[in-house]
């Protein structure tokens, strides 16, 4: 019975010692070493990340499916005789634009499909600055932007996920417009009764040559695989000069942070 609680007060002893760390003799003197706890270092101050994406962007009206604005015939001569102008000349060919298709006059279309990236610097854990850069098939016409931002994140503990909301501002540039056209052409020798005249709409669409300031704001999440590597996912809504072209922009992509 001596031996058998003998044993079990060793067997205890043992057990503690295991449980509280690694063990390190030296003489008569007994050095325990606790195990360190590991460090929550996906996130860091005084970080460069670079996010690499792809994104998908919508227009913010209706697009080409917003109903044209009709244009006005008014100031437009029609070889109407006239007190003025009693003998007008014969205009044998008309081109009268006649209003903008849609009201979207940056991606002249209901969605877009593009790519950027962003190179952004933490002097904290929490804030950082950057640039960024993308572009987008336009209607006809690519467009592309490029801006200042500041980025606010917020890591979940030691978790690998984290929380960031951004706003930016700069310049826009590219895209295009489409416009409606009446046109009426005549066929024959311009005498009355005797011609032959063709009246027909068509749509024309035009590459942007502006460069118009743009304004950002968005929000979304990165998680870190490793602390140099991670994926990201976001939501971006962009102020382009007029609301008529605002739009927004959904991003996924990758992070590299160093």
Known sequence: MKKFALTLTILCALCALAYTGTEKYSGKDKEIVQQAVPECDLYRAHEWDFMIWGTYAISGNSGQNHVFRNGTFEGVPENVPTAANPTPPVDLNQVIDIGHVGNDRYLNKDSAIGGGGDIKYFFSKYWGLGVEGFVVDANDNTAGAGLGTVTFRWPIGCSRFAPYVFGGFGAAGGGSHTSRFFEEIHHGAGEVGNENEEEFRHDKTFKNTRTEAMGQFGGGLEIRV?????????????????????????????????
Request: glycine share 12%.
């Open 226 to 258: 490793t602390r140099h590597v991670g994926f990201m996912g976001d939501f971006a809504w962009n102020f382009l000069n007029r609301p008529d072209n605002d739009f927004g922009m959904a991003r996924v992509g990758l992070t590299l942070s160093y």
